[in-house]
């Protein structure tokens, strides 16, 4: 029977594409979150490229509620679900400011978790309170010099000395390093217990002994600020201890994973949104006597990238859907945030190519989006480590 | 054993150079890359040492050498550590005085051609428009006839040495017809009329790569490079050699970085052992060494062939594509070996990741070089 008019089905581009995980709930908050940020935050980013951006960012984004999405109403969250930071992930993407994303979330769902899920009443009301209301800013110190993927390596010390401990050590790379109130600090407290010998410990950064060497200078992610720290004889209380001792390597895996997660939602996010932009442009530019994006190399470029931006979309998706529903999925979240980030690079980097001339001045912003992009197939494991961490899951 | 074409000759002539460049450019290009400039005065010291003119003819104050010899020095300058001061140098040898050379007449190659050699004027090539980049049939700057001259208006952008150059070489419609024919090249004195305005950019940063307009700006008749309305044909010979010196630049890019980095990944220790011992990295290793090397041959061959006279459009356009899109993805691949320190500016690979990251859209873009091949090859 041939198709006639009224049985045809036709395509159908423009349907709203609402995934399950998300409820009509959540998608008043990504309204609300997508307001704030055009508003509020978009409009600064290229002063805030030069400057870093400012720490009224984290009061005000904590006045509006947004640094507690998923956290415990008891510590002033909003007690939403996890869904809930993949949307503040995807929206905060539009401030077009990688470095003020990362910022927000080292703070939200680096460093807050461990504290929230390992540490003591007083420890939350201490550091969880007034970070969920942007009083107080928080970092984590994993990486030194000496030891950057192979997290075993490192060499902090935390020795027990009377009724506390004296911290020596160095830790670089560290986002929100020069503005933050306390870390979350990595450190062996056993040298010859393996990996059982790592100890967390929250560390007030204006404690003596904590210096913040330099800021260092970055690819992209200008408008954060990156610190080399060092802890010279530094005296915690033990009190400061977060969790269990000798156990912080195994909190710090449990950290990363969540962390993963939320970057990779980022990267699908940005990825769209530096699409978008160029699909304006190649409608725009003529060459040759028509819009760049009718010669079919073209077309079929953005054909290639929507492909890839879909499947890393389905796949942090579908990870956070069983991540929220209590499993653990690592070997999931580590090919989510691999293929993520990935996209999220050579997206940016075949938009710069359809740019041309112009996708190489700063003035477009598209090689911005790739240098800020670039740091995902390093920070919070590099490529090499996911891949390691899938193919072991394998029992390779 | 040293690869053909080159000789003895110019390995001597290379180590000469690469010593020259060692102490008078390489410790200054990390300051210039930040400041976004690189002093003028590098042309005069280049001069010094004869290397703003080793292809041109004694009686001009040149060298008296090849091509080869020119290759030579793109190859080195690619190691200093400053794509943006190659790309300045470049700029004046590659593409700015050899149209002058070739299609100049005596007096032209005396009052440009001579000081650009001793280092007393600076050059720039004046193509790209905001509305015409890959499409050069499409340009928009008019040349108006009128008494003595013709009067010059217009826009152009992406010019390397855009800011700094006494003169610029500067392609113009002299019909009112589109297309190809009537298009004519200007050598035009930095003067009344024009202005420059500096473009901030990914990469080659210490260039000063700027957008130029020219309002009614008065061009006198013995300013006429080669024949009017035919500088299409001009631009086309220039492409040859242009896109040449940008494989040869990749080239020599590609070699440093392969050499650092597997210095790097022999040091740099992680879970017990130099990263050059984990396999994943010592076969990326291995690849990278192995594109270096087939850039190099690509580029080599090409260059042998055009050095012979051949017009080798073909192989010019594949090594010009290869090398380009490759380098950048060897530097990108060098990036992600050095890890976090990677991505810092202590340290060299994002410099060299971003300037890279030219190769593929300037001198003719990838997606250009494939139409180009498209059609030498009958498709």
Redesign the interface.
């Known amino acids: 029977m041939a198709a006639t008019a009224d049985t045809v089905l036709k395509p159908d581009h423009q349907a709203k594409r609402k995934h399950f995980i998300f409820t009509d709930e959540h998608e008043q908050l990504r309204e609300s979150i997508r307001n704030f940020v055009l508003k509020e935050l978009t409009p600064h980013a290229e002063e805030w490229e030069e400057t870093t951006f400012p720490n009224s960012v984290f009061a005000r984004m904590g006045e509006l509620g947004f640094l507690g999405l998923d956290k415990p109403e008891a510590y002033g969250g909003q007690g939403g679900d996890y869904y809930t930071s993949l949307v503040l992930a995807e929206e905060i993407v539009k401030a077009n400011s990688g470095g003020l994303a990362m910022g927000v979330a080292v703070h939200t769902d680096m460093a807050m978790p461990p504290i929230l899920a390992f540490g003591t009443e007083e420890q939350k009301q201490q550091w969880v309170v007034p970070a969920i209301k942007g009083e107080k800013i928080l970092c984590i110190g994993i990486?030194e010099p000496?030891?950057?993927?192979?997290v075993?390596?490192i060499k902090t010390r935390a020795v027990k000395d009377g009724d506390g401990y004296v911290i020596n050590g160095s830790k670089?790379?560290i986002t929100n390093g020069h503005r933050a109130d306390v870390i979350v600090l990595v450190t062996k407290t056993d040298a010859d217990a393996g990996y059982d010998g790592f100890t967390l410990f929250l560390v007030p950064m204006d404690a003596p002994g904590v210096i913040r060497e330099k800021k260092?200078?970055?690819?992209?992610m200008h408008a954060s600020d990156t610190a080399l720290l060092a802890f010279q004889d530094v005296r915690v209380p033990e009190s400061a201890v977060l969790g269990q001792v000798g156990k912080g390597f195994y909190h710090i895996m449990w950290e990363l994973q969540g962390e993963r997660l939320i970057g990779a939602a980022g990267c699908v996010a940005g990825a769209q949104r530096t699409f978008e932009r160029t699909l304006e442009y190649a409608n725009e530019r003529?060459?040759?006597g028509r819009s760049i994006g009718h010669f079919q190399?073209?077309r079929h470029k953005f054909a290639e990238m929507a492909t890839k931006i879909e499947s890393a979309r389905q796949m942090v998706y579908v990870t956070a859907w069983r991540f929220a529903g209590g499993e653990y999925p690592v070997r999931e979240i580590s090919m989510a945030k691999l293929h993520a980030s990935r996209v999220a690079v050579e997206v940016a980097?075949e938009c710069?190519?359809i740019h041309?001339?112009a996708?190489?001045?700063?003035?477009y912003g598209v090689?911005r989006a790739?240098?800020d992009a670039?740091?995902n197939?390093?920070?919070a494991g590099?490529?090499?480590i996911m891949?390691d961490v899938i193919g072991r899951s394998y029992g390779l | 054993m040293i690869q053909p074409p080159f000789t003895e000759e110019h390995e001597e002539l290379r180590a000469s150079v690469r010593g020259f460049l060692d102490r008078e450019l390489a410790p200054h290009a990390q300051e210039w890359e930040a400041d976004e400039w690189f002093p003028n005065e590098v042309f005069g010291k280049l001069a010094g040492q004869g290397l703003l003119g080793l292809k041109y003819p004694t009686e001009l104050g040149g060298q008296g050498g090849d091509y080869l010899h020119e290759a030579v020095l793109i190859e080195e300058l690619s190691r200093i550590g400053s794509g943006g001061t190659a790309a300045g140098i470049g700029a004046h040898n590659n593409i700015a005085t050899p149209p002058i050379w070739k299609f100049g007449t005596d007096e032209q190659k005396q009052r440009y051609l001579a000081p650009a050699i001793r280092g007393e004027k600076i050059g720039a090539l004046g193509i790209t428009e905001p509305d015409a980049g890959s499409d050069v049939a499409s340009l928009r700057t008019t040349a108006t006839r009128v008494d003595g001259g013709f009067l010059v208006s217009g826009e152009k952008t992406y010019i390397t040495n855009g800011v700094r150059a006494d003169f610029i070489v500067t392609a113009v419609k002299t019909t009112l017809e589109g297309g190809h024919h009537g298009i004519s090249f200007l050598i035009i004195d930095r003067g009344e009329g024009m202005s420059s305005s500096k473009l901030r950019k990914l990469g080659w940063n210490a260039s000063d790569t700027a957008t130029i307009s020219f309002e009614e700006v008065f061009v006198g008749e013995d300013c006429l490079l080669g024949e009017l309305n035919e500088g299409f044909k001009l631009i086309m010979a220039n492409f040859q050699w242009e896109r040449l010196a940008m494989a040869l630049g990749a080239t020599g890019a590609m070699a440093l970085a392969y050499e650092r980095t597997a210095d790097y990944a022999r040091e740099r220790t992680a879970f017990g052992r130099p990263i050059s011992k984990h396999q994943a990295i010592r076969h990326k290793l291995a690849d990278l060494a192995t594109q270096a090397y087939v850039g190099r041959c690509v580029t080599y061959d090409a260059l042998r062939r055009f050095v012979a006279g051949e017009e080798p459009v073909k192989e010019v356009t594949m090594a010009k594509l290869y090398t380009q899109r490759t380098a950048y993805e060897l530097m990108d691949a060098c990036l992600q070996i050095h890890g976090g320190a990677g991505y810092m500016k202590e340290y060299w690979p994002e410099r060299a990741a971003r300037d890279a990251r030219l190769g593929p859209i300037g001198g003719g873009s990838d997606e250009i070089m494939r139409e180009i091949l498209g059609r030498l090859l009958g498709l």
């Open positions: 990486t000496d030891a950057g993927s192979d075993a390596g670089t790379y260092l200078e970055k690819l992209g003529k060459a040759f190399v073209i980097d710069i190519q041309g001339g996708g190489y001045m700063k003035e090689e790739w240098r670039r740091l197939r390093i920070g590099t490529d090499e891949l």
